[in-house]
């Protein structure tokens, strides 16, 4: 595991107020997966289990902090957005979970670079999943634009 620039997770909180509420509490790199470990107690709804609005906001962010991670490890940050999104449950959340994301096609990760070095802006597909005691919960498929400066 490889922590995330130790200056990224208080940035994203002043950048993002939201972020400071919604239980994060650790962000880190796993080989070429984005981690994050959140509590649930923030996004408990009335069943006690996770709100999936809740949840799948932090997929949307998780994606997010991926593609800009990224790009300031290529000295290249810039706007990023979520172009569309689409996600399921396969299980209620329960208890305290982590995300990962990743991006299925190495080739992606490259060809989103070399978009980007030339054009000024690309697209990355990623995919992201909320685990509970190891099983998946939640998957997210999205698709992130950096827009160049």
Request: hydrophobic fraction near 40%; charge should be negative.
């Amino acid at each position: 595991m490889q922590a995330v620039d130790q200056d990224f997770l208080p940035w994203l909180k002043q950048a993002i107020p939201l972020t400071e509420h919604l239980g994060i509490k650790e962000l880190q790199w796993q080989g070429d997966e984005l981690t994050m470990d959140l509590s649930l107690a923030p996004l408990v709804n009335d069943k006690g289990t996770g709100f999936g609005g809740g949840v799948a906001g932090l997929a949307t962010l998780l994606g997010w902090c991926y593609v800009t991670l990224l790009l300031d490890e290529h000295s290249r940050r810039c706007p990023v957005v979520v172009k569309e999104s689409s996600n399921r449950f396969t299980a209620p959340i329960t208890a305290d979970f982590s995300m990962h994301c990743w991006c299925e096609d190495e080739k992606g990760l490259e060809s989103f670079l070399n978009r980007y070095a030339e054009k000024g802006r690309g697209s990355l597909q990623l995919l992201i999943e909320a685990r509970q005691q190891g099983k998946a919960a939640f998957h997210y498929q999205g698709t992130y634009v950096a827009l160049g400066n």
